[in-house]
Structure formats: C-alpha cells, structure tokens
C-alpha cells in the first residue's frame, strides 16, 4: 500500500510538472472555434446569388424604380431600363448590355460623320482657298498637277496664318480637304479650258495666253519657265487625251524628262516652246512681256506656296486609292463630270486683277531649278 507520505509526495510532483509544462505550452481556448459553416457571420451581409431568383429580381427591380425617380429619362429609355433589370438571365443581361454599347458607338459614329459633312468654308475661306489654287497652278516649280496638291495649298494657308481655318487636329479638317480638292479640281480645268480654246480661231501667241492667266493671281508674273510650261499644257491640249488622263499624261511625261537630268528637262521643253512659237506666233511680237519671278519681295503667302510647290507627291492611278481627296476628284471622273466643273468654275471665278506683268523682254535662258527640274528645286529668292 502506499502511504499517505508516498501520496502526497506524488501529488506534490504532479502540480509542480503540472507548472512546468503551463510555462512552456500555449494554452487551448476555453471557448470553442466558430465554424463557418454552422453559423452565419454577424459582421457579413449575406449574398444576394444566396437568395433565390425571383427574390433577386425583385430586389433589383426595387432598386431600379428607386433610381428612376433620381434620374429623368424619357418614356422609350425608361422601358428600357425596366426591360433589363426584369432580365433575371446573367447572359442575357449582358447581352443587352453590350447591344446598348455598340447603339451609343453607332450614335457617336454618326454625330462624327454628321460634323463633318456639315462643315463648309467660309466665303472669305473659299476666296483664300482659291487665291492660293491659282498661284501654285501658275508656278513654274510645281512639280505635280496631279498629285498632293490640296495637302500642300492646306500646308501653305496654315503657314501664312490664313483665317477660318479649322484647327489642324479637329474633324473639320476632312471638310476642308474636300473644299480644297474640289476648287483645285475647278480651277485646274478652267486653266485647261483656257488653253484649249486658243487652239482654234485666231493664233493667240504665248506671252498673249499667259497674260490672260496671270489675272487669276495677283502678284504672279509672267515668266520664261511659266511660258514652258503653259506651251507645254497646250501640247498634250492638242493630243485628245481624255479628261481623265489629261494631267497624268502630264505629270508622266515631266517624270520621264526629269529622269534624264535638269539640262535634258529644259532643252527638252525649249523645244515645246519653239515649236509652240511656229504654231501660234512669236511672243516677241506681243505686248506682253515677262516679270520677276518669285523673291523675297513677294508677298510671305506666295512664297510660302513657292517654297512648298516642289515638295508635292504624285500619284498613280493605283495609289489614287489612298488619297485623302474625295472620290468624285479621283482619276476616274467622267468628261460630264469635269465639264460640270469647268461650267462651276467659269461661275466662281475670283476676279482678281493681274498685277503688271512689264519688265524683261520675252525670251532668254530658264535654269532647272526655275523650272522646277528637281524635287527641291524653284526659283531663287525665296
């Protein structure tokens, strides 16, 4: 038997293991841990996917009624509106979701195209647009008739700081290419035109025709390398190329000389220029003589068109595709249509008069450069 010493001496061991083990082991909670799953959390709202369907639905119909009475809609989007949060389909509803979506696109789409195609130049504009067309017609460094012409007048306005033009970056600019094109496309047959006409009747000489040219564009002389090229037009006048191809045929056949040099170019055109004399009569003869060419006299807009002239890109009948010009100015334009034009511009006309085209006698040498024989060539003294 154990004696009660032998107990108590035991008794005592076990409290003082007992208080050894308390200062090194943590001890267990009291209380037991909360299952997640047994009993909900006092401090989360339960889930509405939780509930059942129709009381979800009805709850975000509830709440949609309340936020219409905050926000005013009319009678179509209200139906609208109740139409999806009565949807209690998740697919569905994210279908109509995305319908709406592309119905607000297709709306600000068309606002966009509306803006546009409302935009017209002014009339002070419009009389800009063609003081500037007729000068880089009229420049016997223009590289191309049939090319980025509009780009380079949009180009030269902007530097000579032309009013009403819309901001560069702003969607009106697509309208002012189009006005651009168009009164390009005008003028440039009422040019033709007036050429053409002196191929039949009286010989008109080529200080006479230029001189009835130069009107459209005050500050622009007659010059030798100007004579060059107005006998040049006349030529390929008498050729009957179609409407169409007119100025392509030009363009293709200035590409052809400058591909042989500036010396080629212009010995090239001399030619022209004779025989244009033999045809038509001798501008020596005439009472027209030449001018200066464009200088630092002249005023900052035509030299800013001066500048630029040589710098236009052209383009062929597969690049026409690409051009930021409206269709009906592509290459494809129908005689009626051009004859529409030539009938607009003989209407539109600006009526500017010529500036004094007296100062050296006709004829003489014309360099390259004068005559726009290189792609950043032009007349000295800009």
Not at 207 to 229: D, F, I, P
Request: aromatic share 6%; charged share 25%; hydrophobic share 30%.
């Amino acid at each position: 038997m154990s004696s009660s010493k032998s107990l108590l001496q035991r008794s005592r061991d076990q409290r003082a293991r007992r208080s050894q083990q308390a200062v090194f082991e943590t001890p267990q909670p009291s209380s037991p841990s909360l299952d997640p799953t047994s009993s909900p959390n006092p401090f989360v709202a339960p889930s509405t996917l939780t509930l059942p369907l129709a009381t979800r639905t009805n709850q975000l119909r509830n709440f949609g009624e309340q936020a219409l009475k905050k926000i005013k809609l009319d009678t179509e989007s209200e139906a609208e509106f109740r139409t999806y949060i009565e949807t209690s389909n998740p697919d569905e509803r994210n279908a109509m979701q995305f319908l709406n979506t592309l119905q607000v696109k297709a709306f600000l789409s068309k606002s966009l195209q509306d803006r546009v195609t409302t935009w017209k130049s002014s009339p002070s504009l419009l009389k800009n647009i063609r003081k500037f067309v007729w000068a880089l017609l009229l420049l016997p460094n223009v590289h191309w008739y049939a090319g980025t012409n509009e780009n380079t007048i949009i180009e030269a306005m902007r530097n000579s700081n032309t009013p009403d033009l819309p901001p560069s970056d702003s969607t009106e600019c697509e309208g002012l290419i189009k006005d651009v094109a168009r009164e390009y496309s005008v003028q440039r047959s009422t040019l033709k035109k007036k050429i053409a006409d002196t191929l039949v009747g009286k010989k008109v000489d080529i200080a006479t025709l230029t001189a009835s040219l130069v009107v459209h564009s005050e500050h622009v002389n007659a010059t030798m390398g100007l004579y060059l090229r107005v006998a040049l037009i006349r030529l390929h006048c008498s050729q009957g190329h179609s409407t169409a191809a007119f100025w392509p045929k030009i363009d293709e056949q200035l590409a052809e000389l400058r591909n042989e040099g500036s010396e080629e170019l212009v010995s090239a055109l001399q030619i022209v220029y004779e025989d244009d004399i033999e045809t038509h009569g001798d501008p020596a003869k005439s009472e027209f003589k030449t001018g200066a060419a464009v200088s630092s006299a002249n005023p900052k807009w035509l030299r800013n068109i001066h500048s630029l002239a040589p710098l236009i890109q052209r383009f062929s009948r597969q690049q026409g595709t690409k051009r930021r010009r409206p269709a009906e100015f592509d290459l494809e334009n129908t005689e009626e249509q051009d004859s529409d034009r030539d009938q607009d511009a003989e209407k539109d006309g600006d009526g500017t008069e010529g500036a004094d085209n007296g100062g050296a006698e006709n004829g003489g040498a014309v360099s390259g450069d004068e005559y726009g024989g290189a792609a950043s060539g032009g007349e000295s003294g800009n």
